[in-house]
């Protein structure tokens, strides 16, 4: 697939999963792609740990449920009735899942543009998901991130080392189709923002204020 169309065909998968075996070969392809990611100061502060495990499966499931109830009773009866309506993992019905892991030690202790925002790095392993992400849907697979978990649980779930962290959990395999929609708009949850919206020139809040093909001294807001 163009580029253009990759990102436009990527979801976050839940319920569209079919079960079936990711080939070898493209698990190596994008878990490389992954790794091709940029870095802040060369630091590659990524790890990936392959789930196919059913026992290691079932009990992060639990565990979602269970936070799943948790943020269920915190809202609006409104809010929660559409909630109940959305998917929130596919742990089970995907083929496997991959923990992408965060090591903060990785490149220390002088990590070449980290100095002033601590954060570089979990932004690095969040651009090594995004480079998995587009190469998973450029094969065809899906790929769901799922967040309801607590840190030390999925920590020790799958033996990352102490001082590492989990940034995500991803629901990887084959899909029936990918929604032309995301889910979260379908169901009502949200819906995506115009570009308009978000971009701003020189200054926040400042819109673009004229067309290309409007004359001057006309403003737009």
Known sequence: MMLYEVLNRRRDTRSEFTGAPVDDSALHRILAA?????????SQPWDFVV???DATRLAFRDHVNAERAVFAASLPPDRAEVFATIKVEGVLESSLGIVVGYDPRRGAPAVLGGHTIADTGV????????NLWLAATAEGLGVGWVSFYREEFLRDLVGLPAGSRPIAWLCVGPVRELPDT???ERRGWRHRLPLEHVVHHERYGRRQTRDENEPAGSELS
């Open 51 to 53: 789930i196919r495990d």
């Open 182 to 184: 995301p889910d979260l």
């Open 34 to 42: 992954a790794h091709s990611a940029p870095s802040v100061g060369l």
């Open 123 to 130: 932004y690095s392993v969040c651009l090594a998901i995004q």
